[in-house]
């Protein structure tokens, strides 16, 4: 019994023995560093395997692996490995798979710190080349995979624009060229898209989104084969040691616990706000890969089972004190840049932008003055509602 695979079952029960700790109903933090042992040869045993024993808190914690046995149960891997934020699995991930003089397609609208870690970081530490694509059609990474291309790395939804990838196809592509394909899997959560069973090597999410979804962690993981994982729990995590803490473990454990019924509210409201802000004349565009009117809609129902809350719009103005009217105006979003929290946020990109480049300049990224970003939250989607449309008026 307790081996339902159903993720809301499955999440409140698997991973735990509660006759390890008197019984207690949420397991305890083991805040210690290190674990003892009562002779040489239990001390030697426990060396032979390290992934799987505990000895010390930079590799295995029993609070830190519970956490991550519900993680890679949920999203189909063998392994997980949590770490201390989204970049830090996203680079150790990355360091994995790249080689020097090594080639990478990648997307134009990834994250942009991975991006910079790609692009800039790695390109000058290991002379990586990287390829730009759109991503959404398959001969744009046949015609750019080259002799040395080592990594195809993908985010589907997109940040930004929200662009898909098919996931099936650019994985059959990748392994027939022995090519290693990672993807961020953050807006769609282990829940609503579970891209190993299409064929990607490795799945990483900022823990900081909708799998804390409660505004109180910054953490990361990395879920996979086990060889892979081993690889990454003896190279990456061991050697940069960008370890998670067991209270942070802990918390994603409690936010796990929620984690389907969140998204199931997060949904249901993602889709009224979009549709409301589909039909408002100031709206020139809404980027949600749950609308029909989205350009991929089809590919999202084929490679997602549900949609979350966060998704952008163009407004109809491009001028910028009004935009910053309509933004100071909204009530229940705050002002913020993450998203995936309980609570609505609301950003303007070009407040970025504008710092370092012209409206011209970033347009080439599919962004303009107007483009707004959303997190849709828990509060009542009616209200939020109201509260866009009274702010929405700034813009007239
Ligand atoms: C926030 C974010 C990350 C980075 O996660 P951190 O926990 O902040 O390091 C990576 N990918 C996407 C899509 C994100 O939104």
């Known amino acids: 019994m307790r081996d339902s695979n159903r993720p809301a079952t499955m ?14 109903v949420v397991p305890p933090i083991y805040q210690n560093s290190l674990f003892t042992f009562k002779d040489w040869d239990s001390i030697d ?17 029993p609070t830190v692996a519970i956490a991550e046995e519900k993680l ?12 201390t934020s989204g970049m830090a699995a996203i680079s150790s991930a990355i360091m994995h798979c790249v080689k020097h003089n090594g ?26 080349e990287v390829t730009y694509i759109s991503g959404t059609d398959i001969k744009e990474f046949e015609s750019n995979i080259k002799e040395n291309t080592c990594l195809i790395y993908l985010e589907s939804p997109s940040s930004v624009v929200f662009s898909l ?27 609503y898209q579970k891209p190993l069973s299409f064929g990607i ?3 990483v999410h900022s823990c900081s989104k909708y ?12 879920i996979g084969s086990e060889k892979d994982l081993r690889g990454i729990f003896e190279s990456e995590h061991a050697l940069y040691g960008g370890k998670i803490a067991p209270f942070e473990a802990w918390l994603i454990m409690r936010s796990l616990r929620t984690l389907p019924i969140r998204l199931k509210q997060h949904e249901e409201n993602g889709m009224k706000v979009a549709k409301y802000l589909e039909q408002h004349p100031k709206v020139k565009k809404v980027y949600y890969p749950g ?13 997602m089972t549900g949609y979350t809350g966060m998704m952008a719009i163009e407004v109809d103005c491009q001028e910028v004190e009004k935009i910053k009217a309509f933004m100071n105006s909204l009530e229940y979003f705050y002002i913020g840049v993450s998203w995936g929290g309980f609570e609505s946020l609301v950003y303007v990109p070009a407040i970025s932008y504008l710092k370092e480049m012209t409206p011209e300049k970033f347009s080439a990224m599919g962004i303009s003055l107007g483009s707004v970003r959303l997190s849709i939250g828990l509060e009542d989607a009616d209200d939020l509602i109201a509260d866009l449309d009274k702010a929405l008026k700034c813009l007239n």
């Not at 409140?12 to 006759?19: F, R, T």
């Not at 045993?45 to 914690?61: H, L, Q």
């Not at 990834?110 to 002379?127: Q, S």
């Not at 990838?165 to 282990?190: F, G, R, Y």
Request: hydrophobic share 35%; net charge neutral.
């Open 103 to 128: 080639h990478v397609i990648t997307l134009k609208n990834i994250y942009g710190p991975a991006n910079n870690f790609l692009g800039t970081y790695l390109k000058e530490k290991m002379n990586l």
């Open 45 to 61: 045993k426990a060396f032979d395997d390290p992934v799987n024993n505990c000895i010390y808190t930079r590799g295995k914690n």
């Open 165 to 191: 990838q098919d996931l099936e196809v650019v994985a059959k592509l990748a392994k027939s060229h022995n090519i290693k394909t990672i993807i961020d899997n953050t807006w769609a959560t282990p829940i």
């Open 72 to 83: 890679a149960k949920l999203a189909g891997g063998e392994k997980a490995k949590l770490f």
């Open 201 to 203: 090597d490795l799945e």
């Open 211 to 222: 799998i804390g979804g409660h505004s109180d962690i910054v953490a990361g993981v990395v």
């Open 11 to 24: 999440l409140l029960h698997y991973g735990e023995d509660k006759s390890e700790y008197q019984g207690a």
């Open 291 to 303: 609308l029909e009117s989205f350009e991929q809609y089809e590919l999202g129902r084929k490679q």
